[in-house]
């Protein structure tokens, strides 16, 4: 038996080095090299199934975001309170004056984002020239040359598109109150006028018509 073996296993060297000119050490390593690759490379096509009992943790759902609510005109100091810090209230963040509701972003605006100091604010300027400086977090946008208002444009084409418009940051502007006094000291001017143009007319009216009772009363005492 022993004898058969070793003849078997002689003429299997012999074998091996006539048909791959490798030795028998070398071409076990080889053998061995190939089966290692194939157990590597097939683990990465397998299914999870394959590689072990699929785990029994259990993960919650994650909650819907709740739908975005209208606010209407507030103020830019009113804004501030929607930055992320308070988990109960949306993520908002202004374009141009007006206010997005950035709340499923809230992993690139939110406290930690690359844009969390964006949040609460109209970044307008800031958006424009890609700065994170502390004085380009406002809406100013005077002075800024034609490629960065067209970066902002493609920013504020990117948010009408994504996000949605919750209401507008009220304008501080003095002019607007002066215009309305002017407005009520025109409209009460106007009516001053009316009014003085009414009595003139009266007055005009009742001259008229005691010029014609006296001409009608001569002609009457003529004719008697």
Known sequence: MVVVVV???????????????????????VVALA????????????????????????YPPS??????VQLGEITEEELKQYDGSDSKKPLLMAIKGQIYDVSQSRMFYGPGGPYALF?????????????FEENDLTGD?????????????????????????VGPIQKKDEEGKEKTEDSTNTGEEASATTVGETS??????????????????????KEE
């Open 7 to 29: 003849q078997l296993w002689e003429t299997l060297k012999e074998t091996i080095t006539a048909y791959s000119g490798l030795s028998p050490a070398a071409f076990f390593t």
């Open 35 to 58: 089966f290692a690759i194939y157990q590597v490379v097939s683990g990465f096509f397998a299914s999870p199934e394959e590689h072990g009992p699929r785990s029994t943790e259990v």
């Open 63 to 68: 909650e819907p975001l709740p739908p975005p």
């Open 119 to 131: 949040a609460g604010k109209d970044a307008s300027r800031a958006l424009a020239k890609m700065s």
């Open 141 to 165: 946008i005077s002075g800024l040359g034609p490629f960065e208002l067209d970066a902002l444009q493609d920013w504020e084409y990117k948010f009408m598109s994504k996000y949605v418009k």
């Open 200 to 221: 003139r007319s009266v007055e005009e009216k009742t001259i008229e018509t005691t010029e014609k009772k006296d001409v009608a009363d001569g002609d009457a005492a």
